[in-house]
């Protein structure tokens, strides 16, 4: 149950993936396996959160829960959060033995520092930008300490977002360096990060992949072990 307060962009992004989460889960449920690039980012995704295991790792904009699938299948466990009633029905119909729950990413139903790791895979791509640094200070919050987070998302070449006409709802596009920056000012620190051309079959424009950590030590102090060291 979602409160009457709730803001008339969220309104229109769940009613707009409520209308296609069918042929949404139909078109995309497989994509994985035309994506090595981004298989790897998810692998290396897993092996860091499994490596400081701090905690599951929250899918949130799960969809139809394909991606939080392939996670738990390399070893984290994982759960999925979307904002759409309909996308958590199919979701759990598919994956009757993983963790769906409806829900919002500027107001997780999570207590603090829970969480090993949060994929957002191409869920931050309709937040309008005043609304980001909320959602990463959001993120912040439920992370744990060696957490990392991992974001996909379409790639701009403007400093500024971009706006574009994604085929459910209103998108926005980011360069690769402004993401950091934002998420910099919301205590992350960034640990590698993909660019890719996109193909044939996808939208032109090109995709990206942000890894980021939460840091060990508390704000204020450096935080400066590598990210291979996993001893005491």
Partial sequence: MFPVTESPVLHDIRAAYDAVAPLYAELFSNVLETLPMERAMLAAFAELVQAHNAGPVADIGCGPGHVTAHMHALGPTTFGIDLSAEMIALARRAHPDLRFDEGS?????????????????????????????????????????????????????????????????????????????????????????????????E???????????KPLAPPGAADTRPEHDTGP
Avoid: C
């Fill in 105 to 201: 990413m500027t107001a997780l139903d999570l207590a603090d520092e829970v969480l090993g790791g949060i994929l957002a895979f191409y869920s931050i791509i309709h937040t309008p930008p005043r609304q980001l640094p909320a959602v990463f200070t959001e993120f912040q919050r439920v992370l744990a300490p060696g957490g990392h987070l991992l974001l996909g998302f379409f790639a701009g070449d403007n400093p500024l977002p971009q706006e574009f006409d994604h085929k459910v709802t209103l998108a926005y596009r980011w360069s690769s360096d402004s993401l950091a920056e934002l998420l910099r000012q919301a205590g992350f620190v960034e640990v590698g990060r993909l660019q890719r051309e996109p193909h044939q079959d």
């Fill in 203 to 213: 939208r032109q424009f090109p995709q990206a992949q942000l890894l980021v950590r």
